[in-house]
């Protein structure tokens, strides 16, 4: 999306903001209906004429955007409930203000949470035009693979939203039933029934009942998309850190304190069904970094990445507990054996070497380079 369209970030003392620019021809009406009037579910905006060409500021402080929320912790029924009702809502309201919903940007980089309030908002920008059906569908698609698999109501409601979408133009209330629905899982004796006479299960005949049922349909459906998931899971890691796709690589060699005396260990996965075991590689070895507390707390050792940090435990890989953090606060990448540093939207802002980088601004750091996270500074090493 930020390919596509000239998005920036910025921030003023109190206020983070995502700026997109228009050329002057996308001057209308909408801009005068989203700016005054407070539509709940979009982000606040205001707009200016700079140069012939339109300006559009759009208050994102204190939101997240799902991609970076879901991106270590998948999604549960509640949370998959607040979204899909948050898109459905706002997609309901805004013909009352002769808004086209084709509009709406529905990517996970431009859909917002605010955690507080656990409510979404979303994008409206005049200049951006996609099918609304075909942009939730393409949503959805994405979803698929973040749902948490261990929550089985979760799992049929994304199913069936996603054959909602697969009916062309279908109604949006009928979306929205599914998602209100309470699904209770089938008990294992509505599944596999008694022979009332002699106690004998009638394992053919109910295993085809089964099958054909709702649960039925999605535990397949399930199996293939775990084993897609664990199978691309392990090829990303072999391939960012130099091995072979799909062979364990082993190490011997010990490395000196200089290096943090790590010697041979291995990195499991814990969603992976087989308790698979891949051996570190040295490629990984060599980009153990840390981040050196110096101001009291404790250091955080960066093991992969990306390496998210934060203080929302089950969404980040590093967690720093001080009110002055934000709940995902920023990223740390590493491509081409260089590091990168990433603010995402934080509300007190991330530093390097004392100055504050924009929201969603990446930017280089080194060994050595003094990192700062809202109030709680380090040393990179």
Known sequence: ???????????????????????????????????????????????????????????????????????????????????????????????????????????????????????????????????????????????????????VTAVEVIYKVNEWCNIEYNEIDKLKKIVEEEYIPARSEDIIKKDSQNEIFDAGQNYFEYNNSILGKINPFIRILKKLKEKFSKFKFEVLNGMEPYKECSVNKEYSEETENITNETLSFGDNSDNETILVSAAMRNHKRSLISICGIDNILIKNYPFLIGKLEKNVDGVIRHNSISRVQARIQLTDNKYFLEDLNSKNGTYVNEERIEPYEIVEIKIGDKIGFAEIDFFFR
């Open 1 to 151: 999306m930020r390919g596509t369209m000239n998005v920036n970030y910025g921030h003023d003392t109190n206020n983070n903001f995502m700026i997109i620019k228009l050329p002057f021809e996308e001057l209308s009406y909408k801009l005068k209906m989203i700016e005054k009037n407070e539509i709940s579910g979009l982000l606040k905006m205001k707009y200016t004429i700079l140069d012939e060409e339109i300006v559009l500021k759009y208050n994102i402080s204190s939101k997240i955007a799902i991609r970076d929320l879901y991106s270590k912790e998948k999604i549960k029924i509640n949370q998959l409930r607040v979204l899909i009702q948050g898109i459905v809502d706002v997609w309901k309201l805004i013909p009352n203000y002769l808004l086209e919903a084709d509009n709406i940007i529905l990517t996970d980089d431009m859909i917002f949470i605010d955690l507080n309030l656990d409510k979404i908002f979303l994008c409206y920008c005049p200049g951006y035009k996609k099918d609304l059906y075909m942009a939730f569908h393409d949503l959805i698609q994405g979803l698929l693979l973040s749902v948490d698999y261990n929550d």
